[in-house]
């Protein structure tokens, strides 16, 4: 009896140790060593740039948008690289782990920012067309927010900033364009199968 009270009193207090050192594991082990789920990157690498890709194919199909080919390839650019360069900054500045323990650039997330901003330029360029461009341009962008949290990729936190951070950018690439291109008649765009051609009238 002795011997079997002795037994149970060293395993109860080997538990404690046992959930210790499994934490631990949890905190240092790659995730493909300690078994969390780790989903990895999929169709959310291509929504990402569908907002954008359709902003372009549809002035390149004809349907009129707000703003010439000039401007419109000005506000694109710009609204992309500050989307970019913002994500990027605050990514390598805060240093938060992934919720699958990847690495440290989780906040905020880059696709569901980039997504918004294409988006925004969708909504701003086409919404007089049609609403249901609009609704399709966020609608893309959500699903893309929610795929990366699916994925384990994000948290919630994560992906609601990195979606004003494109809605932000997105409206300060039109600010932008304005100061590159104050007057439309200055400026020149054509396009045709060879490439674009950009003429500013000094």
């Known amino acids: 009896m002795k011997n079997i009270l002795f037994v149970c009193v060293l395993l109860f207090s080997a538990l404690p140790c046992t959930a210790q050192e499994s934490a631990a594991k949890n905190v240092t ?4 060593q300690n078994g969390k789920r780790f989903h990895g990157d999929g169709i959310d690498d291509v929504l990402q740039y569908m907002p954008f890709a359709t902003v372009l194919t549809l002035k390149a199909l004809g349907v009129e948008s707000k703003s010439e080919w000039g401007r419109l390839a000005v506000n694109t650019a710009v609204s992309y690289v500050v989307t970019a360069g ?3 900054t605050m990514k390598h500045t805060i240093h938060t782990m992934r919720p699958d323990r990847t690495d440290n650039r989780s ?24 609403p249901w461009i609009t609704v399709g341009g966020y609608t893309v962008a959500t699903i893309t927010a929610i795929d990366r949290v699916r994925r384990n990729r994000h ?21 932008i364009g304005k100061l590159i291109l104050p007057d439309r008649d200055r400026y020149v765009l054509s396009v045709s199968p060879m490439g674009m051609n950009l003429v500013v009238k000094l």
């Open 29 to 32: 082990l790659p995730v493909e």
């Open 86 to 88: 913002i994500c990027y």
């Open 107 to 130: 906040f905020p997330s880059g696709h569901t920012a980039i997504a918004f901003a294409g988006a925004t330029l969708m909504a701003k360029e086409y919404g007089q067309v049609s």
């Open 155 to 175: 948290r919630w936190g994560d992906v609601v900033t990195g979606a004003a951070i494109g809605i932000a950018a997105a409206e300060a690439g039109y600010y």
